[in-house]
């Protein structure tokens, strides 16, 4: 039996503070740009199809990233260079959007700019795990989730007070401001998380290892064998889910897209960053309750709620009845990823032994983050083909079976 694990370092608090405030600067950063972009590809001659490509190649190249650092976070002995190398990278390629000329340059910034996220994104979720008890885990990711969102509002809000004055290679090159803040705050705020084995885990593997239900971390004979392997041995239960969350990726291309269809009824491009506001501020309500709620009930329940919650908005961007329905229905679709973000993170943690939590969070992100590719890349073809509407239809169709799914699995009670 593997001995309990250490408990939670004194620098607990202070970690996921860290980890917070980083988060809430670096997407201040992001959002300031994300936006703003759909515009600026506009204004260079770009389309549906160009942002398409760009957004599917940009989180295809993250999910490569995520599994590989999945592997070398497991191994590593220090994961904290891992991550402050990822936000450095992220935030010094931003500002390079204010020079560019044409679409393909932006597609290199993006490139960068998501490789450096999934480098340090499986890493930083790992750390959080084992910087708090297994019992706030949920909590701890929905705390640093709200902070995340909370740096999308105000990463809007800073680029509709740019814009106007500075237009939006103005709003690229200010973004390097929150961006410095947040490498300052990793370095100096992030402390590693020491995780030495105990002797009785290093013993000779056995005939046999069981495998636990999802909710119940896998009883293993060897740390060691388990840490050298780059696929280990994981229960069926975070296969199931890994299946329908991928199913359902098929239908999440990239929220851009979202940007473009309020453009077609409207709503003008200057007005973009404020779609960004209302739907971070529903994200930002109700990422810390939703975290701390998975805590005691069915994390596989709540997430599938979300999954409803995506499918109502995108059938309404489909049929889109008026600017009013588009502004409300943005605010609502905060709460999809408020109820499945931390959630399912919380989710894929809790149902995998500590050894191999990188490489699972690294699957997982993986082939979800692959699928992102082709769906972008398929609702860019549906558009081109049958207008705005049909990959709208298409993906709200796939969040409603893929809700169902997860419904049928059972998230092993929690202590």
């Not at 599994?67 to 390079?96: E, H, M, W």
């Not at 393909?104 to 795990?129: E, P, Y």
């Amino acid at each position: 039996m593997d001995a309990p694990p250490p408990p939670p370092a004194q620098s607990t608090p202070r970690n996921v503070f860290a980890f917070g405030l980083t988060s809430l600067l670096n997407d201040t950063a992001s959002e300031m740009a994300y936006w703003v972009l759909p515009a600026f590809l506009t204004s260079l001659g770009a389309g549906p199809a160009q942002l398409g490509i760009i957004e599917g190649i940009a989180e295809s190249v993250s999910s490569f990233a995520k599994l590989f650092s999945g592997y070398v976070t497991d191994q590593a002995a220090r994961r904290k260079p891992i991550v402050v190398g990822g936000y450095f990278v992220a935030n010094a390629v931003k500002p390079l959007l204010a020079l560019v000329s044409s679409w393909w340059q932006i597609l290199g910034i993006r490139f960068a700019d998501r490789f450096a996220k999934g480098v340090r994104g499986t890493a930083r979720d790992v750390m959080v795990a084992e910087s708090v008890e297994p019992s706030r885990i949920g909590s701890a990711y929905g705390l640093i989730q709200a902070m995340d969102s909370a740096g999308a509002i105000a990463g809007p809000l800073l680029a509709l007070a740019v814009i106007g004055r500075f237009g939006m290679r103005g709003v690229f090159a200010l973004a390097v401001v929150p961006g410095a803040l947040c490498v300052i705050v990793a370095w100096l705020g992030i402390r590693e998380v020491h995780r030495a084995l105990p002797v009785a885990r290093r013993a000779p593997p056995r005939a046999h290892v069981g495998t636990a239900a999802l909710g119940c971390p896998a009883e293993r004979s060897s740390a060691a064998a388990a840490k050298s392997e780059w696929l280990p041995k994981l229960p069926l239960g975070f296969y199931y889910v890994l299946a329908v969350v991928t199913l359902f990726s098929l239908g999440n291309s990239s929220d851009m897209f979202l940007v473009l269809r309020a453009g077609t009824i409207g709503i003008p491009a200057s007005r973009a960053p404020l779609l960004g506001l209302v739907f971070n501020l529903m994200f930002t309500l109700f990422s810390w309750p939703a975290g701390k709620f998975s805590d005691h009930f069915s994390r596989s329940a709540i997430a599938a709620a979300g999954y409803f919650v995506f499918a109502i908005v995108y059938f309404v961007f489909a049929l889109a009845p008026s600017q009013l329905a588009i502004w409300l229905t943005m605010a609502f679709y905060g709460l999809f990823y408020a109820l499945t973000n931390p959630v399912l993170k919380a989710l894929v943690v809790e149902s995998v032994a500590r050894d191999v939590r990188g490489r699972a969070l690294g699957i997982f992100s993986f082939l979800t983050s692959l699928t992102t590719l082709l769906s972008s890349i398929i609702t860019g073809a549906l558009w081109k083909m049958y207008g705005p509407a049909v990959p709208f239809y298409f993906s709200a169709g796939i969040a409603a079976v893929s809700a169902c799914a997860l419904l049928a699995h059972r998230s092993t009670a929690r202590e």
